[in-house]
Structure formats: C-alpha cells, structure tokens
C-alpha cells in the first residue's frame, strides 16, 4: 500500500493512558478516514477529513478526536485508552472529485490492557 | 444506512478451482470497491467497480447497480488467493464517501 503509511504498526496501552496514532500520505489526496477493524467484522468509520483544518464524526467516533492540520498527516487521538479499543485501525486516502476509489494503510494494531 | 451483505461467510476451496463471491446492497450507490484482506491483514484493493465488469487477470468483478449487487470471480484459485474479502460501498459520489463495509467472505485454500 504504497503512498499511505501508518505509524506505530503495533501498540500496547494500560487502560486510562492516551496516545496518537499518525497517518502520512504522499498522494495529494484531499480525503483522508479513520477505519476500526474488530474481530469477525468489515471496518467502520471512527472519524473523516474532507480537507486540511477539517473533521467530521463517522459511525464510531466516541473516545477518539483526530486533526488535520497539514494535507498530509491525518491523527487519531485517544485520551483515556479503554478495553473497548482494541482494534485494528485503518487509515485511508481518497482523491477528491468522482469515481476516485480509497486507498488504504496497512493498520495499526492495538491493544488496550 | 445502506445495508451490505456478504455471502457465502465462509468458501473452502481446492486449489484450481473457481468461485463467485456475492455483496447485495441495499440501496442505490455510487461507489463500490471490492477488497482482498490477506493473513497479514493488509488490505490491497481489487477492483473500483460501482457499475459494469472489470477484469484484472484471474479476477473479475461486475457489478449491477440497478439489482442492487456486485459478483466477484476468482478463477484458478491459488493458496495466496486465501483470505477474507470484503465489498464496500458508498452512496455518496463527491467525497466524505463514507465506505460500509459487508462483514466479508472468507476464502480458504487448500493445496
């Protein structure tokens, strides 16, 4: 998944300590999402960027904030990591415009303990 | 929300077979994207595919918007075919193209 890249790939928290996952792109792409991925279940949207300096709520967005402040760089943010979050979690890019498919990161897998 | 269903859960396969993977969907979209999650867990894009056929070597993909469902074919199945794959779709066409994901077809295959 050339052009998306997740930072750390791997985490173990303690319930209550906070942490920043980091999404960098290459592609100049407007679009940028937040994905979690549990156990047996497709992914479901935590929280979007239709540009830089802005965010909207997706499906899931309790217990996480995110910011955009550079194009590029897309940042999730948990503030009292719980149990409930542990996940796999996918950052992906889309293009603006129509018909432009999401690109997406290889994950980062979390544990909360 | 539009509705996404996957089927068959769970295909387990001989090597050098085909097979036909089916997402239904419950209302009109404009964006449909099929995925491949390999063991590792990365997940590599297939197809974009919201209308029509497309074919990318072993794999093709159709999709029939107005039936409301999308077909993915594998022919000649190879070990690495293994893994779960996943259709997505959107109804939106001009970004915050939320994508829904079915809860995915797993593939096995066996030697």
Not at chain 1, 92 to 103: E, K
Not at chain 2, 42 to 63: D, E, H, V, W
């Amino acid at each position: 998944n050339a052009g998306v890249t997740q930072t750390p790939k791997f985490r173990v928290l303690k319930t209550g300590q906070s942490m920043t996952l980091l999404c960098a792109q290459d592609m100049n792409h407007e679009y940028m999402y937040w994905y979690r991925q549990d156990p047996g279940m497709g992914l479901r949207l935590i929280h979007y960027s239709v540009g830089e300096g802005t965010t909207a709520k997706g499906e899931v967005p309790d217990g996480y904030n995110v910011s955009r402040l550079k194009k590029q760089n897309f940042l999730l943010g948990l503030e009292s990591a719980a149990p409930s979050q542990t996940s796999v979690y996918f950052c992906a890019t889309q293009r603006a415009g129509s018909n432009q498919p999401q690109h997406f990161g290889d994950g980062t897998r979390l544990s909360i303990l | 929300g539009i509705q996404v269903e996957q089927s068959p859960p769970d295909l387990i396969l001989q090597e050098g077979a085909n097979s036909t993977l089916r997402c239904n969907f419950s209302d009109s979209v404009n964006n449909l994207q099929w995925f491949h999650q390999n063991p590792w867990g990365q997940l590599i894009n297939l197809f974009y595919i919201p209308s029509g056929t497309k074919q990318n070597g072993r794999l093709s993909a159709t999709t029939v918007a107005t039936e409301r469902y999308s077909l993915l074919y594998i022919s000649s199945s190879q070990t690495t075919d293994s893994g779960v794959y996943f259709c997505a779709v959107a109804q939106s066409n001009f970004g915050n193209e939320k994508l829904t994901f079915g809860t995915g077809t797993r593939l096995t295959i066996i030697p």
